[in-house]
T-cell receptor
């Protein structure tokens, strides 16, 4: 069965540095991967979607890569700020209308 | 903009009681979903509805039923609640066509089963 694995350990970084979060998937490559942000007590909010034929995608300070050889996506936040502190979720489609999620990685940005 | 609205936000049930979680979206989306989120396990798909009139099982459908009442509304029912169903439930919708795409989530319904 398809799985999404994210580093369960929290990531602590200093303000201004680049945060890099990892998402690994199993079995066949999905047509796309998605990244979401979730704040405590809130629903996830969509950030970026990257398709299988795209190597990299950017949105403001965010960058996502998709490596089908490594079966991995990296999510980068450059010039990180304390307001970026949240849990970040990786998701993939499993065919048709199903989307499955990783458990998320908690990011803490210290001022 | 309301987006995806879930009710109730909080609920406490006793084992064996039944209840329905309501979800409505005002974005004219075709697809709707119910997920549950438990610590350390991420979001798990319970049921989804690709379009009005259709519903399908997700990863963890046992103990739940759903109804796609119309294009806007998708409800989740627990017929006989169990402590293992204590969780945070999220409803989501998506505008996409033949493939699942960007999901828009509600704020969640926190359910405790005693």
């Amino acid at each position: 069965s398809q799985k999404i694995e994210q580093n369960s350990e929290a990531l602590n970084i200093q303000e201004g540095k680049t945060a890099t979060l990892t998402c690994n998937y199993t079995n066949y490559s999905p047509a796309y991967l998605q990244w979401y942000r979730q704040d405590p007590g809130r629903g996830p909010v969509f950030l970026l979607l990257i398709r299988e034929n795209e190597k990299e995608k950017r949105k403001e300070r965010l960058k996502v890569t998709f490596d089908t050889t490594l079966k991995q996506s990296l999510f980068h936040i450059t010039a990180s700020q304390p307001a970026d502190s949240a849990t970040y979720l990786c998701a993939r489609n499993t065919g048709g209308f199903k989307t499955i999620f990783g458990a998320g990685t908690r990011l803490f940005v210290k001022a | 903009n309301a987006g995806v609205t879930q009710t109730p936000k909080f609920q406490v049930l006793k084992t064996g009681q039944s209840m329905t979680l309501q979800c409505a979206q005002d974005m004219n989306h075709n697809s709707m979903y119910w997920y549950r989120q438990d610590p350390g396990m991420g979001l798990r798909l319970i049921y989804y509805s690709a379009s009005e009139g259709t519903t399908d099982k997700g990863e963890v459908p046992n103990g739940y039923n759903v109804s796609r009442l119309n294009k806007r509304e998708f409800s989740l029912r627990l017929e006989s609640a169990a402590p293992s169903q204590t969780s945070v439930y999220f409803c989501a919708s998506s505008p996409s066509g033949h493939l699942a795409g960007e999901l828009f989530f509600g704020e969640g319904s926190r359910l405790t089963v005693l």
